[in-house]
């Protein structure tokens, strides 16, 4: 008998992980190791940053939104529900990824750098929007704090593979080498949801021999567009629902999300290499060892905090105190040439963040109707993309003016952190734990 998700937690686990590990792949690769190397080669500026990361974030921003109805409406169940458009989108990456070897110089050529990166994170962004879909689906309400932290490891896993060791590669070899390394591996992680199926009965390959029990009514069972929209505007027509939205518009601007995104992340480039004179190698491998370490600490200190206290709840008290820590940052930053100093609070205050970020999309998932899961999720995402770009644009003009001065830009990043921290109180327990009764039944029905 074949392994299968639904049976299986392990199988659970590990698909979603591997899936979330590709992720952090290629977009720390380019983000982050090449930014470092351009912006240390005196090759990329400010805006040049700006641009490069707005091409990769547009299908993140804008694609989800059609992305998340498409996996809805165009399914093919005699291979799973999800997992069609996690194969379809792992090979794209893989294929895009192998585009980039066209790219002789990047720091001659980056409007083709650029453009590239736009095409990967199409299939990024599919595979993102599939995969949350398919943890929706497949991960029972117990495991969704403790997932969503497993699987934020393993995207931190992956950043640290492409911060510190491609990096190396990047500069010891070349660009071109550090793209030949990666490539086997996003192959290596699209053997596993090939071979490990959504439930039983579903077809391994299309011209794979049909099970007795398989399900073969894949055009009756599809969902319409209307049917989603419909489905949609019901599914948020609760109040949690609808701070939902508004908070995934929030959660980022300020910072915290750990991907370079936001009013503070945009500028550790700026602020460690260029402003207080840090080796770039040496940036380098802070973010992908202690940093990402911390990272991925938080994340399962988050899951576990979770599930024991609840989401919301360990959501709401972890950015309380992530906004007074950049308040407190910002305030010390007469040591901040201190790198005593300054490597501690910054591993402190990214293990905060982290138990925020492992929180709120478990906090999401839970209050996010299965049968339109990929569409429903596919617009909180892309809210909190949204959002997160914004900050992006917003921190050079910030930084502006407030002089140029860093610690005063933490200021405004702790305002939109405390935004966050506003919307959240305004959650009802009472109707968060109706919303979730409400999941239950429907999934109840969906077994019958």
């Keep these: 008998m074949s392994v299968n998700m639904q049976d299986s937690r392990a199988a659970r686990f590990t698909t979603v992980c591997a899936l979330y590990f590709a992720q952090g792949v290629p977009w720390f690769f380019i983000a982050t190791a090449l930014v470092t190397f351009l912006v240390d080669n005196g090759s990329m500026d400010d805006d040049q940053k700006l641009a490069l990361i707005a091409m990769g974030m547009i299908p993140w921003i804008i694609g989800k939104l059609v992305l998340g109805p498409v996996i809805d409406r165009y399914q093919f169940k005699s291979m799973g529900r999800r997992r069609p458009w996690v194969l379809i989108s792992q090979i794209g990456m893989m294929l895009t990824m192998a585009a980039f070897l066209l790219v002789d110089d990047p720091a001659e050529d980056l409007k083709t750098l650029g453009l590239f990166f736009l095409i990967h994170n199409i299939f990024a962004a599919l595979q993102d929007v599939s995969s949350d879909a398919l943890a929706v689906d497949t991960l029972k309400d117990e495991e969704l704090s403790l997932a969503n932290g497993l699987m934020f490891v393993a995207k931190g896993l992956g950043a640290m593979f492409a911060v510190l060791g491609l990096s190396r590669v990047l500069n010891d070899s070349g660009f071109q080498s550090a793209l030949l390394v990666q490539i086997p591996i996003l192959f290596a992680v699209m053997l596993v949801p090939l071979f490990i199926i959504e439930r039983p009965g579903d077809k391994r390959f299309p011209w794979s021999q049909s099970p007795a029990e398989s399900r073969e009514n894949d055009a009756t069972d599809a969902m319409t567009f209307g049917e989603i929209l419909n489905g949609f505007r019901t599914a948020v027509a609760d109040k949690p629902a609808r701070l939902a939205l508004l908070l995934c518009t929030v959660m980022w601007i ?28 040496k940036y380098l491998d802070t973010k992908g060892a202690p940093v990402f370490l911390m990272t991925m600490l938080g994340f399962l200190v988050g899951g576990l905090l979770g599930s024991k206290f609840g989401t919301h709840r360990t ?8 906004t007074v820590m950049t308040v407190l940052w910002s305030v010390s930053r007469s040591m901040w040439n201190d790198t005593s100093f300054m490597l501690p609070a910054w591993l402190l205050w990214t293990l905060v963040w982290a138990i925020v970020g492992a929180n709120l999309l478990a906090f999401l998932m839970s209050i996010t109707t299965k049968d339109i899961g990929g569409t429903q999720f596919s617009i909180y995402m892309t809210l909190i993309n949204v959002g997160a770009f914004a900050g992006n644009a917003l921190s050079p003009q910030l930084l502006d003016f407030v002089g140029g001065s860093f610690p005063n830009l933490f200021l405004t990043g702790a305002v939109f952190q405390a935004i966050v921290l506003i919307v959240l109180l305004q959650f009802d327990a009472d109707e968060l734990k109706a919303h979730g009764e409400m999941n239950t039944v429907l999934d109840a029905t969906d077994g019958a």
């Design 254 to 281: 300020g910072g915290g999300m750990g991907t370079g995104m936001g009013i503070i992340d945009h500028q550790w480039e700026f602020l460690f290499v260029e402003n207080l004179d840090w080796d770039s190698q």
């Design 315 to 322: 959501l709401t008290y972890a950015v309380g105190i992530g």
